[in-house]
């Protein structure tokens, strides 16, 4: 059993600043990414950042230079800080993982519960 918990969401101003962490526990042999979603509402659920097991970024370009995403791959954490925050980040940021549970698995996809992360101008 694998399970992911996010922390961090919460109400900002514009231009404020919130850090999401999202810490990956259970049955983990290895993870190839993780990542974070978001899902305003009536949207559809769409990536705002992605990490890979080599340390390869991705950044929506909605939230490039205003969105970092971060690693540590020993404590399977992955952090998103986010700055600048505008009122159309309101969304639930769901956290994301692709990682296998044993040698020899295949490669499986996990969710967080997700964060709520509200914005007002």
């Known amino acids: 059993q694998v399970q992911l918990v996010e922390s961090g969401g919460g109400l900002v101003q514009a231009g404020g600043s919130l850090r999401l962490s999202c810490v990956a526990s259970?049955?983990?042999?290895?993870?190839?990414?993780m990542a974070w979603y978001r899902q305003a509402p009536r949207e559809q659920r769409v990536v705002v950042a992605s990490?890979?097991?080599?340390?390869?970024?991705y950044a929506a370009d909605s939230v490039k230079g205003r969105f970092t995403i971060s690693r540590d791959t020993i404590k399977n954490t992955v952090v998103l800080q986010m700055n600048d925050l505008k009122p159309e980040d309101t969304a639930v940021y769901y956290c994301?993982?692709?990682?296998?549970?044993?040698?020899?698995?295949?490669?499986?996809?996990?969710w967080g519960q997700g964060t709520q992360v509200t914005v007002s101008s």
């Open positions: 994301y993982a692709h990682l296998t549970t044993g040698p020899g698995e295949n490669r499986e996809s996990y």
């Open positions: 259970g049955s983990i042999f290895s993870i190839n990414a």
């Open positions: 990490i890979l097991s080599d340390g390869t970024t």
